[in-house]
């Protein structure tokens, strides 16, 4: 059904791996080219079939070296603030956004510093498309950090959503984000070293 390679336990073909469906066959080999991290990394392989029964995992550990790499950092802020709904506006979380990206701004850790925010009025579910097309130009050397800032809502089925300007509080799904959106922006990237901060 599918084969998934794991480098230093972050699926680098997303979650859900490489599907195999198209090749009706028991059999299948392939070359593989995968970006190595600087340091240790340790390869893990698998197949998994249509009913979810996974291949025990084959493994090799390679070291590479390259002092010379450039490393950048992505930082992408969600903060909402103020709302359609102005009952339920909040003090500071556009704030904590603007603050934590001027403190990665001013990092001299990396080679680039690549910041994105977006703030009240702008925060919707359109632009997590972009954000995502922005991650792809990151390389196996940078860093990911995603924040979002704002409130955490549930519906009746207990489905987690992030607040949206326009979300309907009392209905999250109309308008709200749900949290599958941010955590799948980290999905499928190239960086292995990603991180999702929620406030």
Partial sequence: DRLNVWVNGVPIYGRNGVSLLHLSSHDYST???IS???GDNFIEVSTMNSVGVESLKQ????VHENPNAERNLYFVGIGAC?????????DYADKDIRDIAQLYGKSSAFNNVYV??????????????????HLKNATVYDQVVVMYSGHGVL??????YLSSYAIDFEKPAKKGIPYEMLDNLLDNIAPRKKLI???
């Fill in 59 to 62: 493994n090799i550990e390679i």
């Fill in 82 to 90: 103020q709302f359609k709904d102005a009952s339920m506006n909040l």
């Fill in 155 to 160: 519906d009746d089925d207990m489905n987690y």
């Fill in 116 to 133: 994105d925010t977006f703030l009240n009025k702008a925060v919707n579910k359109n632009i997590f498309e972009d954000i995502k097309t």
């Fill in 36 to 38: 190595l991290d600087e």
């Fill in 31 to 33: 070359d593989l080219t």
């Fill in 197 to 199: 901060l929620i406030d």
